[in-house]
């Protein structure tokens, strides 16, 4: 019965993820994110269907630590960990980089194919201990393929912990509404690709059917949570590309001298900036980015973005959002009878719910309560 259930569990691993790799490409367009995303669920439907062709007639116990599920797992390890780069950095992984990335897996599989190849004494395992009992260039091979799979999986974890924040930061600082992107999301990838490989481990490792059964439903969820999330994330388009280099703009930078004529200097930025939203209201344009102010005024990206830090007070985003306040209160003072949802569109919001939450940010009160006073 068990056997049933796992064989037609594969079955929808297989099915799903061919289909979400496919949809993820057809819908990436420019995103290369998406792309390699699209990839790695094709990657893992191989896997899946590479372990699925190993156990399916067998009637031994399932092979533990087959060589085959761990160079395929140690590709889908780093394409996973391919995309997170991609989501950090967008741009840096060119085709160089991504070859020089990949190439461990590549060798270390070319490596153990020519050992079988070559008549290398191949072993069986049923369990993890078995694989310690024999110590030959079999198990050599198979455990420099594991550690690089433990390090593709750890890898993105300690990239969104380690830049994840600072790239927040870049992001919110660069769109006038951050409410409208999923800022989290390198979280929550994080959270995914523990749950993944943690269970990928149980497939490796495993010998029992219960726990296989198990293991293919949790990731059957896992994989189509995230197929959902990355189909539907909103990407945040950005005029800088990282095919130069990991660092973000603003670290590329030394910063300015602090010295009386650099104050003056973004003293007199500030009060500029201040006139022109003033005077031409950019901020009702719901998808102004900080790169238009840089069409405007003939200064850096990274100096705009001190620029609001230091000089006005607030970050880019707080800045436009202060405006907007300001127009949607104008608005409802001056037309009581219309709409929150067209006072919030003509305000320049993209939604009502990033209105609401804005609004009550500035104003510790929400729009309807604000309009009802009057």
Known sequence: MLDKIQFLLSLQIIG?????????????????????????????????AIRLSVNLYLHEPKE?????????????????????????????????????????VIFGGL????????????????????????????VLLRMTVFLLTLFYMVLPVYLIARYGKDFKVFLSENVSDPEEYDLEWLKKTMIIFIALHGFYLVLLLTNTPLMYAIDKTVLLFVWYYFFYKALFLKVVVLEHSFESGWDLPYQEEEDGDDDDEHRVL??????????WFEREKP?????????????IFPISR????????????????????????????????????????EIAERSGFHSISTFRRAFQ???GTIPSEYKNSK
Not at 16 to 42: E, H, P, Q, V, Y
Not at 266 to 275: P, Q
Not at 307 to 322: A, C, P
Not at 329 to 341: A, F, G, H
């Open 266 to 275: 973004s003293k007199r930025y500030a009060e500029e900036v201040n006139a």
């Open 283 to 295: 901020y009702l344009r719901e998808d102004l980015r900080l790169t238009d102010l840089q069409r």
């Open 111 to 138: 490596a153990y194919l020519t050992y079988r190849l070559s008549g290398g004494e191949i072993h069986t395992y049923y369990s993890i201990r078995e694989v310690f009992e024999y110590f030959n260039m079999d």
């Open 64 to 104: 533990a630590f087959h060589p085959d599920i761990l160079i395929m797992g140690a590709l889908v390890a780093a394409m996973l960990a391919c995309y997170v780069i991609e989501v950090l950095r967008p741009g840096f992984l060119t085709c160089q980089r991504f070859l020089l990335f990949i190439s461990p």
């Open 361 to 363: 940010k500035c104003t």
């Open 16 to 48: 799903f993820c061919i289909f979400g790799g496919l949809t993820l490409l057809l819908r990436a367009s420019d995103n290369r994110a998406k792309k390699i995303l699209g990839w790695g669920m094709f990657l893992w439907a191989f896997l899946a």
């Open 302 to 341: 990274s100096y705009l973005s001190q620029l609001f830090n230091r000089e006005l007070g607030q970050s880019f985003s707080d800045y436009v959002n202060q405006f907007r306040i300001e127009e949607s209160k104008r608005l409802m003072d001056t037309e009581p009878n219309v709409s929150i949802q």
